[in-house]
């Protein structure tokens, strides 16, 4: 029945997205098919209160992450890829975790296809990385990639980017490390620092200019909260990041090593 289905949805030119999903881990690259992933006995359907991309209350068929991730450390580094080059850094430990924050693969059933984004965008689909109780692990917003075509094992961010290094001399809780520990976990995704990282989707914050050289030290604050609140246009893509995600503390320790880059700058 399904097949016959299946033909007659070719023969009508009915679109099927069938999509698939690069786990490269270390060893070895495996590709799993939609259907593949619906069909694994951990699938299940959850419900994601005030889902970070739908801005409301989802439910998905979903797989915890883990479970695809056999063999992954929690000291290993994972990076997930999305289609339109949004690189999100994901160190694994938060990952693997069974409970609290947990982190789910929900999977785009085409004959049960997702809502787009927003009028005229496709959907967060075929993969999305989504959590249940994200507020028990300090989830930031930047760690729900949607739109997901790959998952890599990499070495960590520091070994590949040195150029994203601030002073080594400075102290392993220094507050600029710690900025540096914030940049990685929301701003990497999609901005380079000194051409270093693997996001091709917001300007690199150094070179040229870093900003905290041609913004007020008010503006750019301002403007990390509230990209529009500073200037406007429809197809800004930068997201706000509420004291929820960034505390001020946070934040400050954030601009500090944006600052401190600005003395390090290397050509690219
Ligand atoms: C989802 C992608 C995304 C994330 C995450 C993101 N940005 Fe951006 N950012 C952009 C894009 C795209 C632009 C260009 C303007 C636009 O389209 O909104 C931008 C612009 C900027 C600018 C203005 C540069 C200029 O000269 O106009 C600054 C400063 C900035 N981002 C800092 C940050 C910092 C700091 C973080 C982390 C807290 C961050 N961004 C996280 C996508 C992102």
Redesign the pocket.
């Known amino acids: 029945m399904k097949t016959l289905l299946f033909l007659a949805a070719l023969l009508l030119g009915l679109p099927l997205q069938a999509a698939q999903l690069v786990l490269d881990l270390g060893n070895g690259s495996r590709t799993w098919q939609t259907r593949e992933l619906l069909q694994l006995p951990q699938a299940r359907t959850i419900t994601v209160p005030d889902d970070v991309s739908y801005k409301r209350d989802m439910q998905y068929r979903a797989v915890p992450l883990a479970v695809l991730l056999a063999g992954i450390k929690d000291s290993d580094h994972l990076q997930a890829v999305a289609l339109d080059g ?1 690189a999100a850094e994901l160190p694994a430990a938060p990952l693997m975790n069974t409970q609290g924050a947990k982190a789910w693969l929900a999977i785009e059933d085409p004959a049960q296809p997702w809502p787009p984004l927003a009028s005229g965008k496709p959907s967060a689909g075929p993969f999305y990385l989504v959590w249940t109780h994200p507020e028990i692990g300090h989830i930031s ?2 760690q729900w990639p949607f739109q997901v075509a790959s998952i890599k094992r990499l070495a960590a961010v520091a070994e590949r980017f040195p150029a994203l290094l601030p002073d080594p001399a400075l102290a392993a809780n220094d507050p600029i490390n710690q900025g540096f520990a ?2 990685q976990k ?6 380079r620092l000194n051409g270093a990282g693997d ?1 091709q ?3 690199d ?1 150094n070179i040229p ?1 870093s ?1 905290t050289e ?2 007020g030290a008010e503006f ?1 604050t301002r ?2 909260r509230d ?1 529009q609140s500073l ?1 406007q ?1 429809p ?5 706000g ?1 509420s004291t929820a995600v ?1 505390p001020d503390a946070e ?1 400050q320790m ?2 500090d090593y ?1 600052r401190h880059m600005a003395g390090r700058k290397t050509n690219p």
């Open positions: 949004f917003p930047e914030l940049f929301n701003c990497l995704a999609c901005h996001a989707f917001g300007p914050l200019y900003p041609y913004f750019l403007y990390i990209p200037r246009w197809q800004a893509k930068m997201p990041f960034l934040l954030l601009v944006l």
